[in-house]
């Protein structure tokens, strides 16, 4: 070792991701990858041409700090239009190297050592990292990944004198739970009784199935009074790879969320804002996305449904999750490596997203895929031994 005093590790509990681990896997096997979260097909050509417009029009050097002025605007009236909440675009409303950074830099502005944040698990996995990296305490409300409704008493018993925050996530990652009007109600009533800042992470926000409505944190007006809504363009537009999201917050916790983000990275990629931000003009970019998924939704489930597997109604997001219980005693993770090695389908393992790793017996199947690739999926499956 070349260190005399050996470097701690300030995140002694993280190791690869099961996303990056799977994805391996798939690669090695040859398997089809519905394991991570992305689209398999690509962005529009519009919104390309868009790009090559504002690169060649020379938008190529830093955007301002918060972000590129006209995405800002485009991202109010949006939001407005959407939840009836109006954010100043000068104030309100902050661009973001995606979601995560979104996340982590709300987070990283609430939290201080010894904090408390209740986590709703299964959790998306930059949260706690993020919490324990500002010496918070994740406290966790556990939920089955068949959950149907959330129960709030079990949730105010988490909360203690410390309790400083609660991340929320709808439509929800992994298990496709889109919250109901009376969750966020709840919530709201529990925030303002407890005094808690809110973080809702919301980048599946324009993929809800069978005429549901996305509730978001920013439609109730006592709740975005106290929450950091997060979103991202990579789930809207399939553009994972931009890295391009967004925080809306009132200007009190904004003017300290921009002292973090200044510092993280300053600005994100100034051509691609203004690229989103003019395709954003036609509210038809977005809102076709449910309907868009909601088919490739049924056109997997259609094919699966003589397995034997349990389907949690899937309400929103691109994931479908199955229960396997009735079929094998195998754990999550082992079964999802030997579906992987063995038939040729890649998915995540559910307990992934427990910090106790417990099984449930839960896969998560990602349906953002070719309806050839999913249709191959669906018949591999069905041959599998069960
Ligand atoms: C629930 C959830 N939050 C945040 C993110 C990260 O979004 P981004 O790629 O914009 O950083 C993801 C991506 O998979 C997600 O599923």
């Known amino acids: 070792m070349l260190l005399k005093n050996p470097l701690q590790s300030k995140l002694p509990n993280v190791g690869t991701t099961i996303f990056t681990k799977m994805s391996a896997l798939a690669e090695e096997h040859k398997a089809l990858n519905l394991a991570q979260g992305f689209p398999e097909f690509d962005c529009s050509p519009d919104l390309q041409a868009l ?21 800002r605007e485009a991202i109010a009236k949006k939001t407005f239009e959407g939840s009836g909440r109006e954010y100043h675009p000068v104030t309100e409303i902050t661009i973001t190297s995606g979601a995560t950074e979104a996340l982590f830099v709300a987070i990283s502005t609430v939290v201080h050592p010894g904090d408390e944040v209740i986590v709703f698990e299964p959790a998306y996995d930059s949260y706690v990292p993020a919490i324990e990296l500002s010496g918070g305490i994740p406290v966790f409300v556990t939920l089955d990944p068949q959950y149907d409704s959330i ?6 018993a988490r909360i203690t004198g410390k309790t400083r925050a609660i991340i929320i996530n709808t439509p929800h990652n992994p298990t496709g739970k889109v919250w109901a009007a009376s969750d966020l109600q709840a919530l709201a009533t529990l925030a303002e009784e407890q005094d808690l800042i ?27 009074e106290r929450s950091f809504v997060c979103g991202s363009f990579g789930k809207t537009f399939h553009t994972t ?17 921009r002292k973090i983000h200044q510092f993280l990275v300053f600005s994100v990629v100034t051509p691609f804002q203004f690229a ?12 076709t996305l449910s309907a868009f998924y909601e088919r490739k939704r049924d056109l997997f489930n259609e094919a699966i449904k ?9 309400e929103g997001s691109f994931f479908q999750n199955v229960s396997y219980a009735n079929l094998s005693e195998e754990n999550d993770a082992a079964l999802a490596e030997r579906l992987t090695r063995e038939v040729g389908v890649a998915s995540i393992p559910v307990s992934a997203f427990y910090a106790r790793k417990t099984d449930f017996k839960t896969l998560r199947f990602c349906f953002a895929k070719h309806d050839e690739t999913l249709l191959k999926a ?4 069905n041959r599998a031994l069960w």
């Open 378 to 381: 669906a018949e591999l499956l």
């Open 306 to 314: 003589g397995i034997g597997f349990v389907l949690k109604p899937s």
């Open 241 to 257: 790879g931009w890295k391009l999201g967004y925080c809306l917050a009132p200007g009190y916790l904004t003017a300290e969320f």
């Open 198 to 224: 809110v973080i809702s992470d919301e980048v599946y926000e324009y993929i809800v199935f069978d005429g549901r409505d996305h509730i978001s944190a920013a439609s109730v007006p006592s709740l975005a």
């Open 276 to 287: 989103v931000a003019e395709y954003l003009n036609e509210p038809e970019h977005y809102l």
């Open 51 to 71: 790009v090559d417009k504002y690169v060649r029009s020379g938008k190529n050097q830093y955007a301002p700090m918060p972000g590129a002025l006209p995405l």
């Open 151 to 156: 129960d709030w008493e079990a949730v105010k």
